[in-house]
């Protein structure tokens, strides 16, 4: 950890979190001024005063700029509602938080703007409440702060970290591919363009233009704030006096500057431009989305060009693994002899295991390479991260990010790693995680015996007494997944088209002569053609590697926002999903091989999501899409 970080970190920690009243003061001051514009206008006009206004400074040691609040690790009040009463502040702050006797004046004097709106919301609350049955609760503090009166009502007393972490809750993930990639400017552009060719027709096209005005307003004034920042940076520059820090906030006043105007150059630019459009839109906690995949073209760029360089620390950990893995040592050798030395890694929480070992001998980045959707997060809610076993496609690129490892070497250890499998060390295997028990749930474990591979239940593996269920003969799954695949392969025509023909009769029934969804489906279709005319243009050299990714980057962005149009549409986004996992079922099985003879690993792994052990001799194939088969043993 560098002494900068170490600052920093320092920074964070405070007795006590201040709480700022100057986003309130300038917002309320902001709607009394425009009184009487339509609402989506004045709260532009408000959102454009408070950053024309706002306090702005630049920390000693930061390099990308952006206080929230205007004061350092502050809370900004909220402007949506009158503050906290002073009984309510008075408790609030025996806790971990304080505020000036300036910033509470001011918060006081801003209560008379909601005299007759919301305050009186709040006073009606409080006489809701008036129950003595809901009393003891009320005054127990879970509502935060404790009510110490039946008869008045609170205010609302909202607050938002100043310093990032903020209190709320978000179902929105604003387009930060747009605004990295383009610029702040080409979308203030485009609005501007798109009102000048508003035709005044209908209520509609007022509607538009309003918001429209209002995009304007309020981008306009984040121009406005990126050239402010750009002259704090300038200034403090002029201030410094150490040659380095001098020439840090000149470069961070350029990056200010050219992103105010002009698209990301590069990754500090880009992580410049995702921070202020996140600080002008959040309240609370809002999202930033597939970070990764509008960020990684900046990054690996600069890895190419020299900007950023490979950590020479890591790298020589890595190294040092490979050569002694390929030296004869063992996978727990290699992790216990880290733990014992202290070896520390970015990417290893806690000890050292076989597993961290394998994983860094397995990962293709040490060479260069980059596989993209290893994982992916669900598109319905509760959004989960789940790991992609063929759900969603995935993406290798080659020449990624600068090489640690020789590619030489790297097969080398593939090699290795291939012939060492022994599963009493807890080694790898395909079908690991795939097998469970119908009767206890438990997944099966691996076991060598000198009777042959087999598979036993877990719990049974514990104690006979806790699962009755028998081990399962490897050679059996391999025997009952052969028979499968040849049943599917000789009946393809039976099974799938009739199949996937219904399934699509039932999914367009739900949005037939739906003209939008039929026209973003169209342009769903132009966007992946432009991949695979990019794809091509990469292939054939007439396309560099970094310009290939940033440019497939912004379509993926594209299509993936077109898609959640038509899903809302429609609401058949698992559907969507299970048919698609089909048509990929029945086209590995229409392009196999007509007659499995031996068990084929690859296909297996392509085909199976799970494996359910009935008995000793029923077996239920879960393939990806949903489709189950079952096969009884010889």
């Known amino acids: 950890m560098t002494d900068r970080i170490k600052r920093m970190q320092a920074a964070l920690k405070v007795d006590k979190f201040p709480f700022c009243a100057e986003k309130a003061k ?44 205007s004061k350092p690790m502050g809370l900004e009040a909220s402007c949506w509602g009158p503050f906290w009463d002073d009984d309510d502040l008075d408790s609030i702050l025996e806790g971990n938080y304080t505020i000036s006797d300036e910033d509470r004046k001011t918060l ?15 006073e009606w609350q409080g006489r809701f409440y008036d129950d003595e049955r809901m009393w003891p609760f009320i005054r127990s503090g879970i509502l935060c702060p404790p009510w110490t009166s039946k008869v008045k ?18 179902f929105f993930v604003p387009d930060y591919g747009k605004i990295v990639t383009e610029g702040i400017h080409k979308t203030l552009d485009e609005a501007k363009e798109e009102l000048r060719q508003i035709r005044y027709v209908d209520d509609d096209s007022f509607d538009k233009a309003m918001y429209l005005q209002a995009v304007v307003i309020a981008l306009e004034a984040m121009v406005r704030m990126y050239h402010r920042y750009g002259d704090a940076c300038l200034e403090a520059a002029a201030r410094c006096a150490e040659p380095k820090r001098r020439a840090e906030l000149e470069q961070m006043a350029d990056t200010c500057h050219w992103i105010a105007e002009k698209p990301s150059r590069g990754f500090r630019d880009a992580i410049q431009n995702f921070w202020f459009y996140w600080m002008m839109i959040t309240h609370g906690t809002v999202p930033g989305g597939r970070f990764d995949q509008y960020m990684y073209p900046y990054y690996a760029a600069d890895i190419e060009n020299g900007v950023l360089s490979v950590n020479k620390a890591q790298a020589r ?46 990962n293709e980045r040490y060479i260069g390479d980059a596989v993209f959707q290893k994982n992916y997060v669900t598109e319905t809610l509760p959004h989960t991260k789940k790991r992609n076993k063929g759900k969603k496609q995935k993406y290798y690129i080659s020449n990624a990010n600068p090489p640690i490892i020789d590619k030489k070497v790297f097969e080398i250890v593939q090699k290795i790693l291939k ?30 015996r000198s009777c042959g591979d087999c598979w036993v239940c877990r719990k049974h593996d514990i104690s006979a007494k806790k699962c009755l269920s028998k081990p399962l003969s490897q050679e059996s799954v391999y025997s009952a997944f052969i028979a499968m695949y040849n049943k599917l392969k000789s ?17 367009n029934r739900k949005f037939s002569g739906n003209q939008q969804y039929m026209e973003i489906a169209k342009e769903i279709a132009k966007l992946k053609e432009q991949t695979h005319v990019l794809a091509r243009l990469k292939n054939k050299g007439f396309l560099d590697e970094a310009k290939y990714l940033e440019q ?40 196999g091989i007509n007659l499995m003879t031996e068990f084929d690993e690859v296909l297996f792994e392509s085909l199976v999501e799970k494996i359910i052990v009935k008995d000793q001799i029923t077996l239920e194939f879960y393939l990806y899409g949903g489709l189950k088969f079952t096969e009884r043993l010889v």
């Not at 609302?156 to 209190?167: E, R, V, Y």
């Not at 599963?423 to 060598?448: M, V």
């Not at 009946?491 to 999914?507: A, D, G, H, R, T």
């Not at 898609?563 to 999903?577: G, M, P, Y």
Request: glycine share 8%.
């Open 26 to 69: 300038l917002v309320i001051e902001s709607w009394k001024k425009h009184e009487g514009l339509p609402a989506i206008l004045s709260r532009a006009h408000a959102t454009a005063d408070y950053l024309d206004h706002r306090t702005i400074y630049v920390d000693e040691d930061e390099l990308i700029v952006g206080n929230v609040a």
């Open 108 to 122: 006081r004097s801003l209560d008379s703007f909601w005299d007759g709106q919301d305050r009186q919301m709040y």
């Open 153 to 170: 009502g609170r205010g609302s007393g909202g607050a938002g970290f100043g310093w990032g972490l903020g209190i709320g809750l978000s």
């Open 317 to 362: 950990i890595v190294r040092q693994i490979f050569d002694r893995y390929i030296s004869g040592c063992g996978l727990q050798n290699i992790a216990d002899f880290s733990n014992e030395n202290k070896i520390p890694s970015s990417q290893i929480k806690g000890l050292w295991t076989a597993d961290n070992v394998r994983y860094i001998l397995k």
């Open 419 to 448: 012939e060492r499998h022994n599963p009493y060390c807890n080694e790898y295997h395909f079908l690991s995680g795939r097998i469970y028990c119908a009767e206890c749930g438990s997944s099966y474990k691996y076991k060598r």
């Open 491 to 507: 009946q393809y025509s039976v099974i799938f088209p009739p199949m996937l023909s219904q399934l699509q009769e039932l999914k």
């Open 552 to 591: 497939t980057a912004e379509i993926n962005s594209k299509i993936n926002k077109l898609s959640r149009e038509q899903r809302k549409i429609v609401r058949s986004d698992d559907e969507d999903d299970m048919i698609e996992q089909i048509k990929d079922i029945a086209s590995i099985i229409e392009n």
